[in-house]
């Protein structure tokens, strides 16, 4: 199910109703495996939780902008790009990740289904003011977790029951033959 497609203008219209908007920062510090990694190098930490949830957005068939601070970088102005299919941004000088998914869940109050993932105790009440629903830093790690063990299972219910071996699909006759030529 693809999530978007271009329009005539190579604007991007999103297929799926469905948004989650991610914290960036507060899931990489509330994640330990991703903690330990920005105690060495924040960038392949935000470069982790990016593929992460890569994996999970392709799984859960919906939109997903992860949100980081910059708001303290001396004339920031912004970028937001996309990574395979997730939306990375990082705010402008002044702006914090939570005003950015606060003012983002309020223009999409009504038209979509917005969650919001963060621990951000203040910060969830504010959105689900505006009518979004939270998700804590633990409950994504552990939607997460789930969705990776399905797409395994998944992946091995797709494996062929048998090798992938020549003499596997040979008929009883020719595969005698060719062993009894192998043997010498």
């Not at 708001?71 to 299919?85: A, E, M, P, T």
């Amino acid at each position: 199910m693809k999530l978007f497609a271009k329009d005539k203008n190579d604007r991007v219209i999103f297929l799926s109703d469905e948004y989650l908007l991610v914290d960036g920062y507060n899931i990489i510090f509330a994640w330990n495996s991703l903690k330990k990694i920005a105690e060495k190098s924040l960038e392949d930490a935000r470069d982790k939780l990016i593929d992460i949830l890569g994996d999970y957005q392709g799984y859960k068939k919906i939109n997903i902008i992860i949100v980081f601070d910059a708001h303290l970088v001396k004339g920031g102005v912004g970028s937001v790009y996309k990574y395979n299919d997730i939306y990375v941004v990082y705010t402008k000088e002044a702006e914090t990740a939570d005003n950015y998914i606060e003012r983002t869940a309020t223009v999409f109050r009504g038209k979509y289904k917005v969650k919001v993932a963060t621990s951000d105790g203040l910060e969830q009440v504010i959105i689900m003011s505006q009518g979004a629903v939270r998700m804590s830093a633990r409950e994504l790690r552990e939607d997460v977790k789930l969705a990776k063990k399905h797409i395994k299972e998944k992946i091995e219910e797709m494996k062929p029951i048998k090798n992938n071996m020549l003499i596997d699909n040979l008929d009883k006759e020719t595969a005698a033959w060719l062993e009894k030529m192998r043997r010498g």
